[in-house]
C-alpha cells in the first residue's frame, strides 16, 4: 500500500474572505494599529501599511502580530 502524503493547511486551496470579513478586518485593524488594511486577491494575503512599511501577514491573526512585533516603528 502506497503512503499516504502527509497534508497540512498549506496545502490547501485558499478561501478568500467575504467582502464583509475583509471589512470587519480593515476597521479592526485601523482602529486598533490606525494602519491602512487590506486583502490582497493576487497574492492571497493581508497587508498593511504601517510607519511608512508595507507589512504582510497570512491571515488577520498573523498580520497582527507582524503590526503589534513592530510597535516602535514610527507612525
Known amino acids: 500500500m502506497a503512503?499516504?502524503?502527509n497534508i497540512t493547511a498549506?496545502?490547501?486551496p485558499l478561501i478568500p474572505p467575504?467582502?464583509?470579513e475583509q471589512l470587519v478586518t480593515v476597521r479592526a485593524m485601523r482602529e486598533r494599529y490606525g494602519?491602512?488594511?487590506w486583502?490582497?486577491?493576487a497574492t492571497g494575503a493581508w497587508w498593511a501599511?504601517?510607519?511608512g512599511r508595507l507589512?504582510?501577514?497570512q491571515h488577520p491573526q498573523h498580520l497582527a502580530e507582524v503590526l503589534d512585533r513592530g510597535?516602535?516603528?514610527a507612525r
Open 35 to 37: 494602519v491602512l488594511a
Open 49 to 51: 501599511l504601517a510607519g
Open 10 to 12: 498549506h496545502d490547501l
Open 55 to 57: 507589512v504582510e501577514g
Open 39 to 41: 486583502y490582497g486577491q
Open 18 to 20: 467575504s467582502p464583509g
Open 3 to 5: 503512503e499516504q502524503p
Open 71 to 73: 510597535r516602535g516603528w
